[in-house]
């Protein structure tokens, strides 16, 4: 019996109060219902750490789900240039589109970039090929009056050259610049 009311969480006068009352059901009765209080006490137990988890999810992801939907209205802002509308952002973010988005604007500028350094590298290959030509160009010309030249001399010497005492030889003049050229080469 001493047993019964500590499990109960009786003193053992009160509990033999009752039973000399003719309370030897009600001690059972008590006795039964702690047991089932104590089986309710650890479903309840049980029950509530199930409820805080629900309870801290569903906190997580109310503090998440601002955050992350002001995420997403900036990036749909920086792609579009504008705001988008409450409906397109939350189907952005249900359907997980909303990493997508950014990741494929990013893509398109990065190929627009290198459509552009392509472009910048096929324009300076077309310079340097006309820096080439340019540098080319003063040697063409040289050669072209070192040939003309020449030519004007082979043709007085197959002419005859005229007597110098007469004064119809070549001048001092055409000879420097004749030797001047022909030195260069």
Known sequence: MEER?????????TAEEIFSVGGGYLIRYLWLSSSLQQVARKVMKEEGTEKVKVLMEKTLRD?????????????????????????????????????????????EQIMDTLVEIQERHDAVRDLERKLLD??????????????????????KQLLGEP?????????????RMTRQFTDCA
């Open 134 to 155: 340019l540098q080319q160009e003063p040697k063409r010309k040289k050669n072209e009056l070192k040939s003309a030249i020449s030519l004007k001399i082979s043709t």
């Open 5 to 13: 009311s500590r499990e109960m969480g009786l003193s053992p006068r």
């Open 63 to 107: 503090t998440i789900h601002p955050e992350y939907r002001h995420v997403v209205e900036r990036r749909v802002f920086t792609v579009m240039g504008a705001r988008a509308d409450e409906e397109t952002i939350e189907r952005l973010i249900e359907t997980g589109d909303g990493e997508q988005i950014f990741q494929k604007a990013i893509q």
């Open 163 to 175: 007597n110098e005492a007469l004064g119809g030889g070549p001048s001092s003049s055409d000879w």
